[in-house]
DNA sequence: CCATAGACAGACAGGTTTGTCTGCTAGCGA
DNA sequence: TCGCTAGCAGACAAACCTGTCTGTCTATGG
């Protein structure tokens, strides 16, 4: 208990790492009911035991697991806005570029919180994750319209989370760019409608 | 076979109507896979054989149950377009009054369609039927811009969708009458911005 | 009065799921 | 060399899920 203990909060072993790796990506493909955790042990090449070790219960990886989705779309998103440039009206458009380039990944199955709270019952740690990483966009949405400088910016930021909100759940359907083109350029719309002059 | 079999194809026996009812119920509160069959049976009353009888098949149950949602929602969206009246644009606002009647139900739990869809991979009927639905409505929408007479009806009938599949897709993490609100406004806006002169 | 349809009750089979437990092996620092 | 950590392999228990089957009860129409 000496060089390792510092490490030991940021739980990044590789055999951890390979296990939450196959984990998330069958959870977002198939659905978090639809995979069992022998299906992950043996997909991931590991013992039952060191599974366990690491993770408890399955609901433990299913929490890691989104944590990890979290971590990825919220990257994307920021990204996209950063990409827009350094106006906060542009980077409201800008974030909604995000949606076309997931949407023509395949296997793209549109947001793996929506679909995660479609299984979860309210109250379980599941749908508080989900309502707490809507929030956060949500709120990272506000305050770009606040700097933006827009007459009602809690008004537009739920607007356009709508929007987004809405191609996700239609991306889990068919992942149709056409979707991701409409909200892009409708969230456009409302930018620059809500833009003060 | 004199009588009943004109009402055979309706397929309206009293002992099938409560085993879909309450099987309805369940999967929209609960999710499909959360709930299995020997729940229904205890919850309806009902024998496993008279169960299986009027269902061969779980997933028939399910196909079932996705029929009744699709004609309640629908059905519901008509009637909030038809109380504002006979202007093609003002229904297409008003049909959003279903979705602030719909999340102030308790039990809402947003799109059952859009649930369902996040356990169904693609391919399966259950999946199938969610894009089925969701292609009727936006045609029906679309039918709504047309008639409104706006320029791209494609695009505004795809716009007010995605903020419907919004609307909803956030209920089913909670039930904000707000998120409603905002949704129907924007929508006013669109649909006026779009409106020709 | 009795034959038949439809429903009830519940045992049963076979598969899957989560989670535990026992043993074995390989590396690594003392 | 010893002991500790981390991982592998796989048996096992207990619950649960879908679907089948046997047998009983009751109402209704001929």
Redesign the pocket.
């Known amino acids: 208990m000496k060089s390792?203990e510092v490490s030991m909060s940021a739980t990044a072993?590789?055999?951890?790492q390979r296990i939450l790796e196959t984990a998330t990506a069958l959870f977002y493909a198939r659905g978090l009911?639809a995979?069992?955790?022998?299906?992950i042990i043996a997909e991931s090449?590991?013992?039952?035991?060191?599974?366990?070790?690491?993770f408890?219960?399955?609901?433990e990886l299913i929490i890691a697991h989104l944590d990890i989705v979290d971590k990825v779309w919220s990257g994307q998103l920021h990204d996209a806005a950063q990409a827009a440039g350094p106006n906060p009206a542009d980077q409201l458009v800008g974030l909604f570029d995000a949606l076309d380039t997931a949407c023509r990944r395949n296997g793209y199955r549109g947001c793996g919180f929506i679909n995660a709270a479609a299984e979860a019952p309210a109250g379980t740690p599941v749908h508080d994750r989900t309502v707490a990483h809507k929030r956060a966009v949500l709120s990272w949405m506000t305050d770009l319209a606040h700097e933006a400088g827009v007459e009602d910016p809690a008004r537009l930021a739920r607007s356009l989370s709508l929007l987004l909100d809405g191609a996700l759940a239609s991306g889990a359907l068919d992942a149709d760019p056409e979707a991701a083109a409409v909200a892009s350029s409708t969230a456009a719309q409302l930018v620059a409608a809500a833009l003060p002059h």
Chains 1, 2 share one sequence.
């Open positions: 390792q072993s590789p055999t951890r009911r995979v069992g955790v022998d299906t090449g590991v013992a039952k035991a060191t599974f366990y070790k690491h408890p219960a399955k609901d």
